[in-house]
Each structure stands twice: as C-alpha cells, then as structure tokens.
C-alpha cells in the first residue's frame, strides 16, 4: 500500500523472502542509480578514454582485416576462377593438341600413302612406257614381219602358180600319157596277134623246113653243111622296156602331184596362221601364254585373296 502524498510507497508480501529480494532489488537498482548520476574522477575518464580508443581501434583494426580478408577473398576468387580459366584453356589447348596430333598423324598416314601410290603411278607409268616401247618393237618388228609375210606370200603365190601351172602341165601330160598307153596297149594286143600268127607261121615254117633239111642230109650226105639262118624269133623285150617306163614314169608324176598337193596344203597353213598371227595383239598374245603356264582369272583371283598384305602388295606390283 502506498500512500498518495508521500514520495516512497511500501508495500507487503505474504513471505518474507520474497520481501527480502524486492528490499533487494530496490536498494540495487537504487545504488546503480546513484553511481551513476555521480560525477567521474579524471582517472576514470582517462581510462574510458583510452578504453574506447582502444575500442576504436580495434574495431578499426577488425574493419580493416575484414575488408583485407574480403579483398583477399575476392582475390582468391579471381585466382580460383582464372585458375579454372587456364585449366579450362589447357585442357581445351590438350584437346586441340590431340586433334593436331591425330591430324598430323593422319596426314602423315596420308602423305605415305601419296608417295606409296606416287611410287606405284610410277612404276605403272614406267611399266606402261615399257609396255609401249615393247608394243612399239612389237609394230615395227609386226611391220617387218608383214613385209617378209607379204613377201613370203607373193613367193608362195608365185609357188601356187607355178605349182598349178606344173599340176596343169603334168594333167595333160599324163592325159597324154593315158592316151599313149592305150595306143600302146592297142598296139600290144595288134602286135600280140601278130606274134600268134607268126608264131604259128614259124611252127608250120619249121617243121617244113625240117622235112627239107632231113631230105637234103639223106641225099647230100657228101656236100659240105650249109649254114642254115636260126627261125625267126620276134622279141617283146623294147615294148616291155618301154611299158615299164611308161608305168615308172606315171608312179613319179603321181608321186610327184600328192607332194606338190601336200606343199600347197602346208603353204596354205602357214598363210592362215601367219594372218591369224597378225590379228592378234600384244595382250592376246600374254594372255596365250598365260593359259599355255596354266594362269587365268581365278587363280589370279585366289592369289590375290590369299597371302599377307605384303604379299598382296608385292603381287600387284608384278602386276
């Protein structure tokens, strides 16, 4: 309770703890009243002076560390991010290396494979400049070859000719010939009827003759012999000579036609393998003597097929 003309109130708790920490607490708050409101010695504001000077400075000191530690911070920032910059940079610089060296590479993969393709251009140039100088020598020596075909050809046809003009000649001479032995022949049976007739003369000549001659030993048996001439005897032996001849003569012209047929038939040969051989062309001519050792397409096919690639490399160059 508290009077209302009085300054200080009073008042009454049921404890009296409870009094005792009010009493308390008044009194405090009282005395910090009081010391406050009390005027401060010259030592006390030296040292409250000194005191928030050094507050000052301490907060200016923390100020300024914490904007060094900001800057620092924010120069670890730009450290850390043109770090990152560069890592970036060389890893971007490494990736654009590796793609310099896998250029490079291919380019030198690439530059091997011109000059390897360079070097077999030119070795199939060389081998066709060859080819052609071969084919060349080939023209000019087909050339000759033409020529001396040609003239080969004019002498065969002159052979043929002459050939048919003697196959002609010995046609009518053996017709001729044909002629002639049937004149012999109908001479031989006119000269065979004639020996008959002859012979049968002779017969009944001799044996007259002998009936004579016995007549004449009997009556003059002192006479001295007379010579009587031998009978007569026709001899066959010329016609026979000639006949033989004759058929010798016709066995060499008949020879003589089958050798000359058998020349003509070989002439004619020649002159169909010598065009034959004029039709035919270099390649024609390699690719006969490839069949002739036993190459052709699939074998060369196989080869290609089986074997290393160096194999395979070394093949196509001999080719």
Known sequence: ??????????????????????????????????????????????????????????HRIVTRERQLRLQAEKERDEIERKFNDYQR????????????????????????????????????ALAIETQLERCKYEISRNEEEKRLYARQISECEQI???????????????????????????????????LLSITQLNQSI????AATQAQQNLVQTSSPRALSPPPYRPTLRNQELNQTDERAFLIEKQSKQAQLALQLQDLKNVIQSKKIEEK??????????NLAVGDNKYSTIQKASSGTASKRMAMLQDL
């Open 1 to 58: 309770m508290s009077g209302e003309k009085s300054a200080a109130f009073a008042f009454y708790a049921a404890k009296s703890s409870v009094s005792k920490e009010i009493l308390d607490l008044a009194t405090g708050n009282h005395e910090l009243y009081m010391k406050r409101r009390r005027e401060q010695t010259i030592e006390i504001q030296q040292m409250r002076y000194f005191e928030e000077q050094q507050q000052k400075e301490k």
């Open 280 to 289: 035919q062309t270099f390649l024609d001519k390699a690719y006969e003597e």
């Open 160 to 194: 043929i000719s002459t050939l048919v003009n003697d196959s002609v000649k010995s046609r009518k001479e053996a017709e001729e010939l044909k002629i002639e032995v049937a004149k012999w022949r109908v001479a031989e049976a006119a000269a065979r009827e004639k």
């Open 89 to 124: 940079q060389m890893k971007e610089i490494h990736d654009t290396l590796l793609k310099y060296q896998e250029a490079a590479e291919l380019l030198a993969r690439k530059a091997h494979i011109s000059n390897e393709e360079a070097r077999l251009q030119a070795e199939k």
């Open 206 to 209: 001799a044996v007259i003759n």
